[in-house]
């Protein structure tokens, strides 16, 4: 993963778990896995195990709509401002 600092906004590409209800024959099954997703955020914090990215700052260095990301589902990061 690149070197993040606090404070950047980031585009990022992530694993989700995916689940289906409806019966699957066994190409269904072959094909299914886990939803790929993208998120932008600013950079909060990221150490060995989490990704945190806020969607919403304010003045005061508070934030909103923080998210935690598990480093293991992060596929790609792509810095997007500095």
Same mark, same amino acid.
């Given at each position: ?19 289906? @209800? ?13 939803? @790929? ?11 060995? @195990? ?33």
């Amino acid at each position: 993963m690149v070197k993040l600092k606090k404070g950047q906004v980031v585009l990022i590409e992530w694993l989700d778990i995916y689940s289906d @209800t409806d019966w699957l024959d066994a190409k269904e099954q072959e094909e299914f896995k886990p939803a @790929t997703c993208r998120s932008v955020g600013m950079v909060v914090s990221r150490d060995k @195990t989490v990704l945190k990215l806020a969607h919403n700052l304010n003045l005061d260095d508070g934030t909103s709509d923080l998210t935690a990301y598990p480093v293991g589902v992060v596929q790609k990061v792509r810095v997007l401002c500095k």
